[in-house]
């Protein structure tokens, strides 16, 4: 969450809508213009997303 409400900015709305792979390209793109686009620290930051995004359980459609 930090990385797209805090770094990127996006609103609520937006962030809770992406997919892991949008996240990751706006991040990159983040990274890239901020002078951050280290190859190592993003498929390291990469890896950590994707271990999270399997751990947790998709519950869309399954609110409301």
Do not use: Y
């Given at each position: 969450m930090e990385l797209g409400l805090g770094w990127l900015r996006f609103?609520?709305?937006v962030f809770w809508s992406m997919t892991l792979r949008e996240l990751m390209?706006?991040?990159d793109g983040y990274m890239e213009s901020h002078g951050m686009g280290?190859?190592?620290r993003k498929a390291q930051m990469y890896d950590?997303?994707?271990d999270l995004a399997e751990s947790v359980?998709?519950?869309r459609g399954s609110i409301g």
């Open positions: 609103s609520p709305d390209t706006a991040v280290h190859p190592g950590e997303l994707m359980p998709d519950v």
